[in-house]
């Protein structure tokens, strides 16, 4: 059991990568505690994975919200171990000239603003025990350009540096912050980006996978749910202030369209007859 009765936060743990995440952490050992809006979804999984799972109502734009959640798991579990900022939304998609500024506020809340409490109250709990991990889940669109809306990416971007500040703090009271940053992943989330419909992970699925440069392959929760596992165990014991990205290749400039490489691109052939 990688996390043996380790106590674990999780939030927007109510479906999506955070669902996987759970079931992950359950599955090696560790105490859930599920905190959503989604109360009714929250709660059928928390039943569903059994006795070491606890689902908590939690708005992490609501600092009170998010002290509550991390108050009742340490009342409960008697310790923090490690807590996953996990909550999202996409937010405005629209051209920067017509983002409404009140929608822009909205969204960095939740994101930055929500990943920002998540931490705050983490700390205060594991720096009593001079021990924890704190995850939180960045995105492709917080380490490069042009691969989300504006808001979201900007948002991203902020938990990136964020978690790499708040690292370099952390790490002397015995924490570890790193982030993950998920490519497009198979979520209801990225179906409402990319369909405007939650439930149609189908179809979803196909545009996932025809925007992989690893063939046949669309991104899926479990795949953030098993990095988000080796943050959170002993074997990361000397990672910290890093951002993993899981996203198949995308952000190294990889196309499902793209020539193999033993054979030379247009340039290198060019570059070769000049003796570059």
């Given at each position: ?10 939030t ?19 105490y ?10 929250g ?6 994975l ?44 629209g051209?920067?000239a ?8 909205v ?70 912050v ?10 209801p ?38 990095a ?5 165990s002993d ?42």
């Open positions: 059991m990688r996390l043996d009765r380790k106590v674990s936060v999780i927007g743990a109510a479906s999506g990568i955070g669902e996987a995440t759970a079931k992950r952490f359950i599955e090696e050992g560790a859930v505690v599920i905190g959503d809006i989604q109360d009714e979804r709660a059928q999984l928390a039943e569903e059994g006795p070491n799972a606890r689902f908590q109502h939690c708005d992490v734009t609501k600092e009170e919200s998010v002290a509550s959640l991390m108050a009742y798991t340490n009342n409960e579990f008697g310790k923090i171990d490690i807590v996953m900022n996990n909550a999202g939304i996409v937010g405005n998609r051209p920067i017509t983002i409404p500024a009140e929608e822009f506020k969204t960095l809340d939740i994101l930055l603003f929500g990943t920002f409490l998540g931490i705050k109250y983490a700390a205060q709990y594991m720096q009593e025990n001079k021990s924890g991990v704190i995850i939180n889940i960045a995105s492709t669109a917080g380490v490069t350009g042009g691969l989300g809306p504006h808001v979201y990416a900007a948002a991203k971007h902020g938990v990136v540096g964020l978690t790499k500040n708040v690292a370099a703090e952390l790490c002397r009271s015995g924490i570890r790193n982030c993950i940053a998920p490519g497009s992943t198979v979520t989330l990225v179906a409402a980006a990319y369909m405007d419909d939650h439930n149609n992970l189908e179809e979803v699925t196909e545009v996932v996978r025809s925007k992989s440069p690893i063939l046949n392959r669309p991104g899926l929760p479990i795949d953030v749910a098993n988000a596992l080796y943050l959170a074997e990361s014991g000397n990672t910290n202030g890093h951002c993993l990205v899981v996203d198949g290749g995308v952000t190294t400039g990889s196309t499902p369209n793209d020539p193999p490489h033993s054979e030379p691109m247009p340039f290198q052939r060019e570059a070769g007859k000049s003796g570059l």
